[in-house]
C-alpha cells in the first residue's frame, strides 16, 4: 500500500541552526501539507502545497519555514534559525485531490529536537 | 472562530465491547469531516470520513455519525480489540478545496483484554 515516507525520522539540531526535513509523498498525490505536533497536543497545521506553490499557510508559518518541492518526488520543509520552542514531531500528508479524493494521509513524522 | 474539541481525554473499555468517541466542533461551515487513529510514535492514520450533506456512514466497525444541528461528530467502533488502544482525533475541513485539517484534542481509547 502506497504511503508518506518522512526522514529523518528523529533530528536533533542546535538553536539557531538551519534544518531540513524531507518527505516523500504518494506518488499520484497533488497537494501536500505540512502539520506539527507538541508533544501532548493536538495535531497543528502549517502549510498546504499545490502547482508548485503555497495554497493556504498557518500563523505558525512565518518567514522562518518555508517549503519546496525540488524534485518529482521529495517535498521539504525547512526552518531556518531553530528556536526551542519548535520541538516537536512534524507530519507530512498528502492527498490526491479532486472530488471525494481529499482524505489526508499522513507520514509516521519527525522528531525535532532543538537544544 | 475555528475550533474542534473532545468532550472525554480518555475512555476506557472491555475487549468487546462498544465504544463511542465523541467530538465537537463550533465552525458551522465545516463540510468535511475525518477521523483519524494516532498509535504511539506513529502519525495519524485514516479511519473514515464524512460530508456534511450526510448524517451516517459505516465502514469496518466503524460507524461515524454527523450531528449538524448540534454540531456533533462520534465515532462508533464497535467489538472494539486491543488493537484499537490508540488515541483518536476528530478533524474537520472548512475551507474550500484541499485546504487545512483543523484537529480536536483527541481521546485516548484503552482497551483491556
Known amino acids: 500500500e502506497p504511503e508518506v515516507t518522512q526522514t529523518p525520522s528523529h533530528q536533533v539540531t542546535q538553536m539557531g541552526q538551519e534544518v531540513i526535513l524531507r518527505c516523500v509523498p504518494i506518488?499520484?498525490?497533488?497537494?501536500f501539507y505540512w502539520y506539527r505536533q507538541i508533544l501532548g497536543q493536538k495535531v497543528e497545521f502549517l502549510v498546504s502545497f499545490y502547482n508548485n506553490e503555497i495554497s493556504e499557510k498557518s500563523e505558525i508559518f512565518d518567514d522562518q519555514f518555508s517549503v519546496e518541492r525540488p524534485d518529482g518526488s521529495n517535498f521539504t520543509l525547512k526552518i531556518r534559525s531553530t528556536k526551542l520552542e519548535d520541538s516537536a514531531m512534524y507530519f507530512c500528508?498528502?492527498?490526491?485531490?479532486?472530488?471525494?479524493?481529499?482524505?489526508?494521509?499522513f507520514g509516521a513524522g519527525t522528531r525535532l529536537s532543538v537544544l | 472562530g475555528e475550533s474542534v474539541g473532545l468532550h472525554l481525554p480518555t475512555l476506557s473499555v472491555q475487549e468487546g465491547d462498544n465504544s463511542i468517541i465523541n467530538c465537537a466542533y463550533s465552525n458551522s461551515a465545516s463540510d468535511y469531516f475525518i477521523w483519524y487513529k494516532q498509535e504511539s510514535g506513529k502519525g495519524p492514520q485514516f479511519i473514515i470520513d464524512i460530508r456534511s450533506n450526510m448524517d451516517k456512514r459505516q465502514g469496518q466497525r466503524v460507524t461515524v455519525l454527523l450531528n449538524k444541528t448540534v454540531k456533533h461528530l462520534s465515532l462508533q467502533i464497535a467489538a472494539t480489540q486491543p488493537g484499537d488502544s490508540a488515541v483518536y482525533f476528530c478533524a474537520e475541513n472548512s475551507g474550500e478545496g484541499f485546504q487545512k485539517l483543523v484537529f480536536g484534542t483527541g481521546t485516548r481509547l484503552l482497551v483491556s483484554p
Open positions: 506518488s499520484n498525490h497533488l497537494y
Open positions: 500528508a498528502s492527498s490526491e485531490g479532486g472530488a471525494g479524493k481529499n482524505i489526508q494521509y
